[in-house]
C-alpha cells in the first residue's frame, strides 16, 4: 500500500463497491455529475479514481483502461490490496445482431472470449466465465425501478478491435450466442473468481458491425447515463 499501479495510501479511501468505466474522463465525469463530497484517490498514468457519495451511500469510481491486460491488473489490485468487494464494469459494445440497438443496455450474464488471460493467470480451461448472479439480481432490480429495459445476455470478451478478417463476429454471433462485444469483462470476472469477490458487467451498445451504426464521442457521454445510473445505485 499504495501498489504498482494506484497511489491510495489506505484501503478506506477506497469504497466496498467500484464502478469500472474504460475511460479516465468517463470516471471524472461521474464523479463530477453523479457524487458528492468527491475525492480523487487515484492519478496514476492518469488512471483517475474518485470516492463520494451518492444519494447519501459510498461508491467509488475509477478507470479500467481497454483491454484485459489493463482492467485485469487495475481490478486484482483492487480486489486484493484495498479489499474492494465489488467491481461493476460499465462500458460500450459493438453489436453483433440487429436485436441489440444503438444506446441498449447489456448486462453480461456471462463472457465467452478466446483470450488466454484466465488459463495464464490460475489455471482456468473454460472459455466462459459468468458475471457474479448476486449482483446481477441486484442490477436487475435496480434497472426494473428505474424503468430502463436491459438486455441479459452472453457477450465476447475480445483482444482485438481490428480483426483482419470483419466477418468472424457472424461466426462468434453464432457458434457462442455472444450479442456484443467488449474488451474487459471475461478477465474481471475470472479475477473475482479466484480472488473470492464479485463482479458484474453493465453495456451501452455504441456501434453495430451489423448494421453498421455509430454513435459520436458526444453522443455517448449522454446516453450512457442510463446505465450510469442503474450501476450507482449498488452504492452502500
Ligand atoms: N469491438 C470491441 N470493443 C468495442 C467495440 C467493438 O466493436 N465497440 C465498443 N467496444
Redesign the pocket.
Known amino acids: 500500500m499504495p501498489t504498482p499501479h494506484i497511489e491510495a495510501k489506505n484501503k478506506n479511501e477506497i469504497a466496498k463497491t467500484v464502478l469500472m468505466p474504460g475511460d479516465p474522463l468517463r470516471a471524472k465525469f461521474i464523479a463530477d455529475t453523479f457524487l458528492e463530497d468527491v475525492k480523487q484517490f487515484n492519478g496514476v498514468r492518469n488512471v483517475l479514481g474518485y470516492t463520494g457519495t451518492y444519494k447519501g451511500r459510498r461508491i467509488s469510481v475509477m478507470a479500467s483502461g481497454m483491454g484485459m491486460p489493463s482492467i485485469g491488473i487495475y481490478s486484482y489490485e483492487l480486489y486484493k490490496f484495498y479489499d474492494v468487494e465489488n467491481i461493476i464494469r460499465i462500458?460500450?459494445?459493438?453489436g453483433y445482431t440487429p436485436d441489440v440497438k444503438l444506446y441498449d443496455v447489456i448486462l453480461a450474464k456471462d463472457a465467452w472470449s478466446e483470450s488466454s488471460y484466465a488459463k495464464v493467470q490460475g489455471g482456468y480451461e473454460s472459455d466462459t466465465i459468468e458475471g457474479t448472479p448476486e449482483l446481477n439480481q441486484r442490477l436487475v432490480k435496480y434497472a426494473n425501478e428505474l424503468g430502463i429495459p436491459m438486455h441479459i445476455e452472453r457477450i465476447h470478451s475480445?483482444d482485438v478491435?481490428y480483426r483482419q478478417n470483419f466477418e468472424e463476429y457472424k461466426e462468434i454471433y453464432n457458434k457462442y450466442g455472444c450479442v456484443a462485444?467488449?474488451?474487459e469483462a471475461f478477465s474481471l470476472f475470472h479475477n473475482a473468481k479466484v480472488l473470492g469477490k464479485k463482479a458484474a458487467c453493465l453495456l451501452t451498445v455504441?456501434?453495430n458491425?451489423e448494421t453498421k451504426e455509430e454513435t459520436t464521442s458526444e453522443e455517448r457521454q449522454n446516453a450512457f447515463t442510463n446505465m450510469m445510473k442503474i450501476a450507482l445505485e449498488m452504492a452502500e
Not at 91 to 94: F, L, N, T
Request: proline share 0%; charged share 15%.
Open positions: 462500458g460500450s459494445c459493438g475480445s478491435f462485444v467488449e474488451m455504441s456501434d458491425l
